[in-house]
């Protein structure tokens, strides 16, 4: 289904919007879809789709901007009608309005229709209801990707579900329900970048939200994945609104099987992206700053950055294929409402993903290191083995205790296997951290007393040149 | 009371060991980057005034090798796995050679310079001598290949008396018969000499002529051979005669670019050992011959005199290009041409011994050499009976 086609579009503001309500309620709510298949026969087909929410009471504010052409690709897709009811906790009762998107003068698209009462009900919500020619099967797909990409964001007080009615019978009725996974649920006061993470390790775990548990064929368990997340805040003026970019990396070893199901993106790197809690297409700015990361410095080489329908993939070279990386980056302004949303810079985007590369970087040693140093690394075990078999092959016992308890061993208890391969992990902590601290005093000292050259190094070099006979006779 | 003296160098030397040791993993335990501070050494350099402090055994500044470039890390791996195997040859009070630990591992040391390398970090950490590490540089002694002669570098004759290990070396009772020194020089004791001087000769082949002519029956001396290019054994045999008889010591050389690096060797030390150049130079070596001039004066004939190659190899002694094929360095491949021109620039000969320099010019602006056997052209024993007694007595040497 093309995003260009503009009805599944106008839906996904729909259901954003609703989205919205719902989390700024600050309690459990629910949102449902219904599509129905009107009476049969019709060509083209007509659907009838309601979206409820149990969220604040909607604004009209809205729908003041909402847009969707009546035709597309020559056929007409619908009567440009939206049929809104809403109501916020403390009204007396339910407004219902009549929203003519085709109208341009702004004060006729709103109607007001009869309220209905309350009678002293306390509740709050909203639906809205329409009718388009199209088949319900060229509308599920979207809708549901667009849930299993919401439940990144993992806010616990929402519910999605969607229920599809082919005809009147139950046998004909399919319902999706989206909810996060009931024992990984963060509590509510988590913040939304603690959300985002445990909801983007979901996600992977579960191929994008597509299965209900973790696909066990791929991964063996949770703790094997590595997070990183950052925050990035550009500096509030009058001119701009504050707002976060927050980015979230998580890297997964897929399980050495001969063959992972077929979900996998296997080597590929797949890029969500959110704006103001709802998913959205990547926007250009994210793209390029995607593109412009020093990924060298982090031991990754990108090859290319592909924009498929909306997903985007990145590739790298010489990349490992049971290895997954996937991104979520979330650019939101606290405030609801905003009629002025505002575009992250380029820069901001940078700060914040590499901030995530960094965060990984400090969290999991060795991990994401330059070509350079791991090129040094290739002498780690070497090295672990050298002063392993000097501590353990000394005859000094205290020394070796000594040596064991430094190292946080029991000296009776400490085996060679389990002291060497701690003091690799050890020094590769060390190389990952040279990297990122780079030496102070690169510069040589300057001279005293005189304005020399840099005569050392220049006999180094001639140093051996003129031993021509020497090293194997020494 | 020597042995004392060993097993406490031994204890001491183990101590820095462990202390090394200890401060890499409590650095690695802090999560800090452990750093080895390592002196430089030169006996040489090619400052064109000479204004440097070269002559001095200092240190002449440090390098300090971290994690953080990798070929330091390297050169920290190979340190460690040398000194690993050095703290296991110490522990068990045994010997290895060098070439022995480059067996041990060799496909991670590729190299027996690698090895060299890391032995001679080693002494320079821990301030010092190879010897001390029981590290040899021939095989060790007790094994079987000590019983195939030909791997002494060091061949003695003359008035000279001295102890190895408990075994007696009485040169005296047979003067002109060539003894072969063993390699632990630092067992060498009870000296005891009735030399008027020391006579070192660059070749095996000068020193059987000399052997030959009877030469120590009408010379006192004591002569000595490191059979070409002088191996640390030699170096360290001829400085211990130095310091304990206190002689004049000559030295014979061919004419030509490698007899004056030999002569250079014996006298300033070698770049490569230069953190042990102390106990391995004999400063006030003098240089008997033979001098560019010395063809003129002594009539060596013109077929004699050979041009110094521009490009090429040459290769001089048969032994010493058996040698090479195992070494990994192919070190004759430099021209005599470079080579000279490269030795004049050494700051140790404008300062020390410009007399020296002069004659190398010389060599280099006639563009020719010539063996010491040249002399001989005109009778077999010239060399023993006329050159080197004449040199001698006219102090016709430089020193």
């Known amino acids: ?474 | 009371m020597e042995g004392n003296f060993q097993i406490s160098e031994t204890t001491n030397l183990l101590r820095k060991i462990k202390e090394f040791t200890r401060s890499i993993v409590e650095d690695l335990a802090e999560g800090k980057s452990p750093e080895i501070s390592i002196n430089r050494f030169r006996n040489y350099c090619n400052d064109p005034e000479a204004d440097c402090f070269c002559s001095s055994d200092e240190p002449k500044g440090r390098e300090i090798l971290t994690l953080r470039k990798r070929s330091q890390t390297y050169r920290i791996d190979m340190l460690l796995r040398v000194l690993l195997i050095v703290q296991q040859l110490l522990q068990e009070n045994r010997h290895g050679s060098k070439r022995d630990i480059y067996y041990m591992h060799p496909s991670a040391f590729k190299a027996q310079s690698v090895v060299d390398r890391a032995i001679a970090d080693i002494c320079i950490l821990f301030q010092c001598s190879r010897y001390n590490l029981n590290v040899v540089s021939t095989l060790n002694p007790f094994t079987l290949i000590f019983l195939l002669k030909n791997y002494d570098r060091l061949l003695v004759m003359g008035w000279l008396k001295f102890r190895e290990a408990g075994r007696k070396f009485d040169c005296l009772s047979s003067l002109n018969t060539a003894f072969p020194i063993p390699v632990l020089v630092e067992e060498v004791e009870d000296i005891v000499s009735l030399a008027e001087y020391i006579l070192v000769v660059e070749k095996e082949t000068v020193f059987q002529r000399l052997a030959n002519d009877m030469f120590c029956k009408t010379n006192r001396c004591i002569v000595v051979t490191g059979r070409g290019y002088p191996d640390v054994s030699t170096r360290r045999f001829l400085r211990l005669l130095m310091e304990k008889l206190q002689l004049p010591v000559h030295c014979l050389v061919d004419c030509d670019p490698y007899g004056f690096e030999i002569l250079a060797t014996y006298r300033f030390g070698s770049m490569q050992m230069a953190y042990d150049i102390e106990s391995l130079r004999a400063p006030e070596m003098k240089w008997l011959g033979a001098f560019p001039s010395d063809s003129d004066i002594y009539g060596v004939p013109q077929q004699c005199l050979l041009p110094l190659t521009e490009e090429g190899k040459t290769i001089k002694h048969l032994y010493l290009s058996l040698i090479h094929c195992f070494s990994e360095t192919d070190q004759f491949s430099l021209a005599d041409k470079k080579r000279t021109e490269a030795m004049l620039l050494r700051c140790y000969l404008k300062r020390e011994m410009p007399q020296w320099r002069l004659e190398l010019e010389t060599m280099l602006k006639r563009g020719v050499k010539f063996e010491i056997e040249a002399l001989s052209v005109h009778s077999l024993s010239f060399l023993s009976e006329v050159y080197i007694p004449s040199k001698i007595r006219s102090e016709g040497s430089f020193h």
């Open chain 1, 1 to 474: 289904m093309e995003m260009s086609d503009p009805l599944p579009k106008l839906l996904l503001q729909l259901i954003s919007s609703a989205f919205q309500r719902c989390r700024l309620a600050e309690d459990l709510c629910r949102l449902s879809l219904l599509l129905l298949h009107q009476s049969a026969g019709n060509d083209p087909p007509i659907t009838s789709i309601s979206i409820s929410d149990t969220g604040i009471g909607c604004s009209l504010v809205e729908f003041q901007d909402l847009r969707c052409p009546r035709e597309f690709n020559g056929a007409n897709i619908w009567d440009g009608l939206l049929s809104l009811k809403t109501t916020c906790f403390s009204d007396d009762e339910v407004f219902c309005y009549h929203i003519n998107l085709g109208e341009c003068i702004s004060n006729k698209r709103i109607k007001r229709q009869p309220s209905q009462p309350k009678n002293g009900a306390k509740f709050s919500g909203t639906e809205v209801s329409l009718s388009v020619f199209a088949s319900m099967d060229a509308l599920v797909a979207p809708i549901v990707t667009f849930f299993q990409k919401m439940l990144v964001l993992h806010l616990p007080n929402v519910t999605m579900d969607l229920v599809v009615e082919q005809g009147a019978s139950p046998g004909t009725q399919t319902q999706y329900v989206f909810v996060m996974n009931g024992d990984q649920t963060p509590c509510f006061t988590a913040s939304n970048l603690e959300r985002l993470k445990s909801g983007l390790e979901d996600c992977v775990l579960r191929h994008g939200n597509c299965l209900e548990m973790m696909c066990e064929q791929c991964f063996s368990d949770r703790e094997h994945l590595k997070v990183g997340s950052g925050t990035a805040c550009p500096e509030e003026n009058r001119k701009r609104p504050g707002g976060t970019m927050e980015v979230v990396i998580v890297i997964s070893d897929l399980l050495e099987t001969t063959r992972h199901c077929s979900r996998s993106c296997e080597g590929k790197t797949e890029v969500v992206y959110f704006d103001n809690f709802s998913p959205s297409p990547i926007p250009q700015v994210a793209l390029s700053a995607l593109k412009k990361i020093d990924w060298k410095s982090y031991g990754l080489i990108l090859a290319s950055v592909n924009d498929q329908e909306g997903h985007v993939f990145l590739e790298w070279e010489n990349f490992p294929s049971y290895v997954q990386i996937q991104i979520a980056l979330h650019w939101y302004h606290k405030k609801y409402p905003t009629r002025h949303k505002t575009e992250p810079g380029i820069n901001l985007v940078k700060k914040g993903i590499k901030s995530a590369l960094d965060d990984l970087k400090t969290k999991h040693e060795g991990f994401l290191l330059s070509s350079h140093s791991r090129k040094i690394c290739s002498y780690v075990p070497d090295l672990a083995r050298s002063l392993a078999g000097l501590i353990f092959s000394s005859t000094d016992m205290d020394f070796q205790g000594d040596c064991l308890s430094v190292l946080g061993f029991q000296p009776q208890e400490a085996e060679r296997e389990a002291v060497e391969d701690y003091i690799q992990r050890k020094i590769v902590t060390v190389i990952g951290m040279n990297e990122s601290k780079p030496q102070k005093d690169q510069e040589a000292a300057p001279f005293l007393f005189f304005e020399g050259g840099s005569e050392t190094s220049h006999y180094e070099d001639e140093e051996i040149e003129g031993e021509y006979y020497s090293t194997s006779l020494e």
